[in-house]
């Protein structure tokens, strides 16, 4: 048995620096119609909580889908070194989750429709499932159809799918707007839960991070069409 | 004036076409693929003649407008920058509404059009009367509900205790969402689809007794079976993309996510089937007969097969269906077994399926 297996994946990390990166991008590319909107030679993430940051229109969302696997792309996606998103497209997809920036859901059918779906699709037992719903308290919402909701309702339905399952990595574009205090509160606290099991993030804000107390490991900007690292002090 | 006509033009009228160009261009093929232009000056110089027949094509502008006001209304209420609009003069206001409504019957307007140039020729003066009245009325009579919902805004939307207890006993499997959007969303597309590719099968069943024809006559009715869905294939396409994009992010193999587009499919046919079997004549065996069906949702499969390879719009998707009716009308002639032919769109989509499923992307054209 590895000791990824046996060990919470943080300790992992404590005792093994020269672990894989948890994302690696190599020569991606993605284009709408021709037009070029991303070009990233070569990045490597390491574990931990990532800020996006980037002016709107910069392709924050479409990096976030490319990695997600809803978008085509040219070039290599891999996770932990191993899983490639083209070759091995369910082990990379069960341990990838997204929560969107404005979710768009089929009005008709309920938020527990939508996040039962998800949940057996990622894998997600039932505790898990009941335990985020009680979290984020929306239960008494959750059997009508979302076209229905607030955008507030709908976004805390697209981050309790984003957490369900087992994931190594969570995108969260946006994660806070259109949320109350109380949920703004939450996530950071689900983010911060998450990643002492073991679980990175990928976060997409306008707003500064380093003020909910989260530990942000490291700050990518999106511009001129590729990712750059930003210097950053913890 | 002005600004107001684009915003709502852009908002509501291009919108509906958008939205309903698979209905149209469904009742375009129908309309064209039956009957001559002969035909139907002669359907519409008996419906001038005769009052009752008048009043049936008036019923059925009626129902398109009842759809096209319903969907201005949607508008309405789901776009509440568009209640500025209260702020301007009753007079401007109505005005614009009235050329929007005008700009979203042109169909009808066109018909009907059509139909009092006839009866101004032939001079009858009650069809020309009962033909100008209608279309003022259709062109006004819906302004009153859209000038209660700019009034009324946000309506209480209580769901019925009946969908409440459903809602809260059963889960929709994933199977099927598409069909209950298409209920929900556009349910004149399925109710022209269903109607139009039932009704194609029993006349050809009920006709194969009388004279010498073989499993090729069902087998044609099939392949129009396949071109009548195609606004639907196009839908599911869209749908999947648009609102169920999250369905990309799910670990699920592309054979599996294969057999899932099959079952849907299947269930979509199952009126086609039910009819099939309930009508099949004594001398096709039941596998035959079973085949036409399987043929015909290979078509579809097909269909969904031939969208994922690039993103086109309906109008440029529907030369491909129109150019593998020709082609599946010779290979039908030709004698090629059923089961065949099934097997040869079967494999096509699934050679493009496993092939473009991740490479296909909805892009505003």
Same mark, same amino acid.
């Given at each position: 048995?590895?000791?990824?297996?046996?060990?919470?994946?943080?300790?992992?990390?404590?005792?093994?620096?020269?672990?894989?990166?948890?994302?690696?991008?190599?020569?991606?590319?993605?284009?709408?119609?021709?037009?070029?909107?991303?070009?990233?030679?070569?990045?490597?993430?390491?574990?931990?909580?990532?800020?996006?940051?980037?002016?709107?229109?910069?392709?924050?969302?479409?990096?976030?889908?490319?990695?997600?696997?809803?978008?085509?792309?040219?070039?290599?996606?891999?996770?932990?070194?191993?899983?490639?998103?083209?070759?091995?497209?369910?082990?990379?997809?069960?341990?990838?989750?997204?929560?969107?920036?404005?979710?768009?859901?089929?009005?008709?059918?309920?938020?527990?429709?939508?996040?039962?779906?998800?949940?057996?699709?990622?894998?997600?037992?039932?505790?898990?499932?009941?335990?985020?719903?009680?979290?984020?308290?929306?239960?008494?919402?959750?059997?009508?159809?979302?076209?229905?909701?607030?955008?507030?309702?709908?976004?805390?339905?697209?981050?309790?799918?984003?957490?369900?399952?087992?994931?190594?990595?969570?995108?969260?574009?946006?994660?806070?707007?259109?949320?109350?205090?109380?949920?703004?509160?939450?996530?950071?606290?689900?983010?911060?839960?998450?990643?002492?099991?073991?679980?990175?993030?990928?976060?997409?804000?306008?707003?500064?991070?380093?003020?909910?107390?989260?530990?942000?490991?490291?700050?990518?900007?999106?511009?001129?069409?590729?990712?750059?690292?930003?210097?950053?002090?913890? | 004036?002005?600004?107001?006509?684009?915003?709502?033009?852009?908002?509501?009228?291009?919108?509906?076409?958008?939205?309903?160009?698979?209905?149209?261009?469904?009742?375009?093929?129908?309309?064209?693929?039956?009957?001559?232009?002969?035909?139907?000056?002669?359907?519409?110089?008996?419906?001038?003649?005769?009052?009752?027949?008048?009043?049936?094509?008036?019923?059925?502008?009626?129902?398109? @407008?009842?759809?096209?006001?319903?969907?201005?209304?949607?508008?309405?209420?789901?776009?509440?920058?568009?209640?500025?609009?209260?702020?301007?003069?009753?007079?401007?206001?109505?005005?614009?509404?009235?050329?929007?409504?005008?700009?979203?019957?042109?169909?009808?307007?066109?018909?009907?059009?059509?139909?009092?140039?006839?009866?101004?020729?032939?001079?009858?003066?009650?069809?020309?009367?009962?033909?100008?009245?209608?279309?003022?009325?259709?062109?006004?009579?819906?302004?009153?509900?859209?000038?209660?919902?700019?009034?009324?805004?946000?309506?209480?939307?209580?769901?019925?205790?009946?969908?409440?207890?459903?809602?809260?006993?059963?889960?929709?499997?994933?199977?099927?969402?598409?069909?209950?959007?298409?209920?929900?969303?556009?349910?004149?597309?399925?109710?022209? @689809?269903?109607?139009?590719?039932?009704?194609?099968?029993?006349?050809?069943?009920?006709?194969?007794?009388?004279?010498?024809?073989?499993?090729?006559?069902?087998?044609?009715?099939?392949?129009?079976?396949?071109?009548?869905?195609?606004?639907?294939?196009?839908?599911?396409? /869209?749908?999947?993309?648009?609102?169920?994009?999250?369905?990309?992010?799910?670990?699920?193999?592309?054979?599996?996510?294969?057999?899932?587009?099959?079952?849907?499919?299947?269930?979509?046919?199952?009126?086609?089937?039910?009819?099939?079997?309930?009508?099949?004549?004594?001398?096709?065996?039941?596998?035959?007969?079973?085949?036409?069906?399987?043929?015909?949702?290979?078509?579809?499969?097909?269909?969904?097969?031939?969208?994922?390879?690039?993103? /086109?719009?309906?109008?440029?998707?529907?030369?491909?269906?129109?150019?593998?009716?020709?082609?599946?009308?010779?290979?039908?002639?030709?004698?090629?077994?059923?089961?065949?032919?099934?097997?040869?769109?079967?494999?096509?989509?699934?050679?493009?399926?496993? /092939?473009?499923?991740?490479?296909?992307?909805?892009?505003?054209?």
């Amino acid at each position: 048995m590895s000791r990824e297996r046996i060990l919470p994946a943080f300790l992992c990390e404590f005792l093994n620096p020269s672990m894989p990166a948890i994302l690696t991008l190599q020569n991606l590319t993605k284009s709408y119609s021709g037009r070029l909107v991303l070009s990233v030679p070569a990045v490597d993430i390491a574990p931990g909580i990532h800020w996006l940051k980037g002016q709107n229109g910069f392709g924050k969302t479409t990096l976030f889908k490319v990695i997600a696997g809803l978008l085509p792309y040219a070039g290599t996606v891999l996770l932990d070194g191993q899983f490639d998103l083209r070759r091995h497209p369910v082990a990379y997809r069960l341990r990838v989750n997204y929560g969107e920036a404005e979710p768009v859901y089929p009005e008709f059918l309920t938020g527990w429709e939508l996040i039962h779906w998800v949940a057996t699709a990622k894998q997600a037992p039932q505790h898990q499932v009941d335990a985020l719903i009680d979290r984020f308290a929306v239960a008494d919402f959750l059997k009508t159809p979302v076209g229905t909701y607030s955008s507030g309702m709908l976004k805390k339905v697209s981050i309790i799918m984003a957490f369900l399952g087992n994931p190594r990595l969570i995108l969260l574009d946006e994660p806070l707007i259109t949320l109350d205090q109380q949920a703004t509160h939450l996530v950071a606290e689900l983010i911060q839960t998450g990643r002492e099991q073991g679980i990175s993030f990928l976060l997409s804000s306008h707003q500064d991070f380093s003020l909910s107390g989260l530990p942000v490991e490291s700050v990518w900007q999106v511009a001129q069409q590729t990712l750059t690292l930003v210097p950053h002090t913890v | 004036m002005k600004a107001t006509l684009t915003v709502l033009r852009k908002t509501i009228v291009q919108a509906f076409y958008r939205q309903n160009a698979g209905l149209l261009l469904l009742l375009l093929f129908v309309a064209g693929s039956f009957m001559r232009a002969a035909e139907h000056i002669a359907l519409a110089t008996y419906a001038i003649h005769a009052p009752a027949m008048l009043l049936g094509y008036i019923g059925l502008w009626g129902l398109y @407008t009842v759809h096209a006001s319903r969907f201005m209304v949607q508008v309405f209420r789901a776009n509440e920058f568009l209640l500025l609009l209260r702020l301007q003069p009753v007079t401007g206001r109505l005005g614009s509404l009235w050329v929007i409504q005008v700009l979203l019957l042109t169909p009808v307007i066109a018909y009907a059009g059509f139909v009092l140039t006839l009866s101004l020729l032939a001079h009858t003066r009650i069809a020309t009367g009962m033909i100008v009245g209608s279309l003022l009325l259709l062109t006004t009579t819906p302004l009153v509900w859209v000038e209660y919902t700019l009034l009324h805004p946000n309506p209480d939307r209580r769901l019925s205790s009946l969908r409440i207890i459903l809602l809260g006993r059963f889960t929709t499997p994933y199977s099927l969402f598409f069909i209950r959007h298409l209920f929900h969303r556009q349910p004149v597309l399925l109710l022209l @689809t269903k109607g139009g590719s039932c009704l194609l099968l029993v006349g050809l069943l009920w006709l194969y007794p009388t004279d010498e024809y073989d499993i090729r006559l069902p087998a044609l009715g099939a392949l129009l079976t396949g071109a009548f869905h195609a606004a639907i294939i196009y839908e599911l396409y /869209r749908f999947e993309l648009t609102q169920l994009l999250l369905v990309r992010n799910l670990p699920v193999s592309l054979s599996t996510r294969f057999v899932r587009y099959a079952i849907i499919l299947a269930l979509m046919l199952l009126p086609e089937l039910v009819v099939l079997l309930r009508n099949n004549p004594v001398d096709i065996d039941l596998s035959a007969i079973v085949g036409v069906w399987v043929f015909a949702h290979s078509l579809l499969m097909l269909h969904y097969g031939l969208l994922l390879t690039r993103h /086109r719009s309906l109008d440029r998707f529907m030369p491909l269906v129109f150019w593998l009716v020709i082609g599946g009308f010779f290979l039908i002639m030709y004698k090629l077994p059923i089961w065949g032919l099934a097997g040869i769109c079967d494999t096509g989509a699934a050679m493009y399926f496993l /092939r473009c499923y991740y490479q296909a992307s909805w892009s505003a054209l």
